[in-house]
């Protein structure tokens, strides 16, 4: 179906040629262009095949079976052009439609982890740097991380879509030598059929300056930033992987579901791992091009073709696939409160020492003799949890020490999670608000009631 489209495609840029061709004075008949346009779905994929085979150049066997099926037409196609007139363009065109379906993706992505984070934002986590407890956040903040590489890309990708600029009419070498020698010297008519032609296939800008092909460092800058969703992927589900582990959170798991061959147990996070595995392979995709532009002699070698057939179908294919698997993981993820406010418990007294320390002065109690106390509680507390496997009991230890009765009414306020989280859940509400929701609102109406189903 791909390859059918792209041929389709190849005949409407022919055909927009010829209109164009004729609209500035050239010999060309409403009928020649009427037998074009009722012909671009007409292809005969086994006279194509025999002409390819024959010939062995892939453009000018399809402008052979395009000739076929149009007969009055067959002088002028093609006219003036070179093959990369047909391809390259027709590339250009694809990506473009590619990087608006990627960006539909992204925003929808963007709207589930928003809708995740506003409904966790005041639930208290324990963060971590060094992958070592660190001070809390809250599920809604953490998730607001991911959504905030999600948005990134998602500009990049804007960016990258509408600054594209069609190759346009430039001949062989990029010179138009040709359409100048069709146009008898007239430079204006030249100028004309390539303004012409690029509006035609629906862009607004064109390249000025190209070689045979348009700059090959073109690829690779819209491969970066197609790539960019690899990365931003792989640590959200590298994330939730670490927090499956700690069964903090997970992705989706069906009730049928098997885990492992051998261990019935096992709630394996499968998704996420094969996202991780497909993230690896658009990001390495990255190299391919960059060689490709690195290695491309004067105005063009044909080394680029073979390659650029198998990477820039791979990349958008890869990063489509990525994110559907990536939309389904956010519409499901579950998490455990239990297991999370446990953790965050197990961490929380270390955490507050400063707190009771500043209770304890505010009741009058020595700085120095109180930060002295609360660290050897702390040491004998640590040294319970490391050394013998136990629940911390700092908390306990505090509590059965007299020197800290004028704060003993006060611990379960002191120490409630709810007052080591900052300002996390207002962050949360003001990126929303501000910067995600205004960036996805355009989407909203294409967005998929229903998250990507997966059947393996």
């Known amino acids: 179906k791909q390859w059918y489209q792209r041929r389709v495609r190849g005949r409407k840029l022919w055909t927009i040629l010829a209109e164009g061709e004729q609209e500035l004075g050239l010999s060309i008949t409403d009928e020649q262009i009427q037998e074009m346009k009722d012909n671009l779905t007409n292809i005969d994929w086994k006279r194509a095949a025999e002409e390819e085979k024959a010939r062995r150049h892939d453009v000018m066997a399809h402008v052979h079976t395009f000739g076929a099926a149009a007969p009055r037409a067959a002088p002028i196609i093609h006219l003036g052009a070179t093959s990369c007139f047909v391809g390259d363009n027709t590339d250009l065109i694809v990506m473009r439609e590619g990087c608006r379906i990627l960006c539909r993706k992204l925003a929808q992505c963007c709207d589930s982890l928003a809708q995740f984070a506003r409904q966790h934002k005041s639930t208290p986590q324990l963060g971590y740097t060094h992958f070592q407890p660190a001070q809390l956040t809250t599920v809604g903040k953490r998730a607001c991380l991911w959504l905030q590489d999600l948005l990134i890309d998602l500009k990049q990708l804007q960016s990258t879509e509408r600054d594209m600029k069609f190759r346009g009419v430039k001949g062989s070498t990029g010179t138009q030598a040709s359409f100048l020698e069709l146009f008898n010297g007239d430079h204006d008519k030249v100028e004309e059929l390539d303004k012409l032609v690029t509006e035609k296939a629906g862009f607004t800008n064109k390249f000025t300056i190209t070689g045979q092909t348009y700059s090959r460092k073109i690829d690779s800058m819209i491969i970066n930033a197609v790539a960019g969703i690899g990365s931003t992927v792989n640590k959200f589900c590298t994330d939730l992987r670490l927090l499956a582990s700690l069964k903090e959170l997970e992705e989706p798991f069906a009730q049928k579901q098997i885990g492992s061959s051998a261990m019935p147990y096992k709630r394996n996070p499968m998704r996420s791992e094969r996202c991780c595995s497909l993230a690896r392979h658009l990001i390495s995709l990255t190299a391919s091009p960059a060689h490709t532009h690195a290695n491309q002699w ?150 998929d009631n229903e998250a990507p189903k997966l059947n393996v």
Request: hydrophobic residues 40%; contains cysteine; negative net charge.
């Open 298 to 447: 004067f105005e063009r070698t044909l080394d680029d073709s073979a390659n650029r057939r198998i990477v820039l179908a791979e990349v958008f294919l890869t990063a489509d696939i990525l994110l559907n698997t990536a939309q389904n993981i956010m519409q499901g993820m579950v998490v455990y409160p239990r297991v999370v406010e446990k953790h965050v418990l197990e961490e929380l007294p270390f955490m507050a020492t400063e707190h009771l320390l500043m209770s304890m002065v505010k009741c009058g109690a020595d700085r120095q003799e109180c930060h002295e106390k609360l660290r050897v509680l702390s040491v004998e507390a640590g040294k319970q949890v490391k050394e013998f496997g136990r629940s911390n009991d700092m908390l306990q230890r505090i509590r059965e020490d007299e020197y800290f009765a004028p704060i003993h009414q006060l611990l379960s306020d002191i120490v409630n999670p709810a007052n080591f989280i900052g300002r996390a859940p207002q962050q949360v509400d003001k990126f929303i608000e501000e910067e995600v929701l205004p960036e996805i609102e355009s989407y909203r109406s294409s967005f």
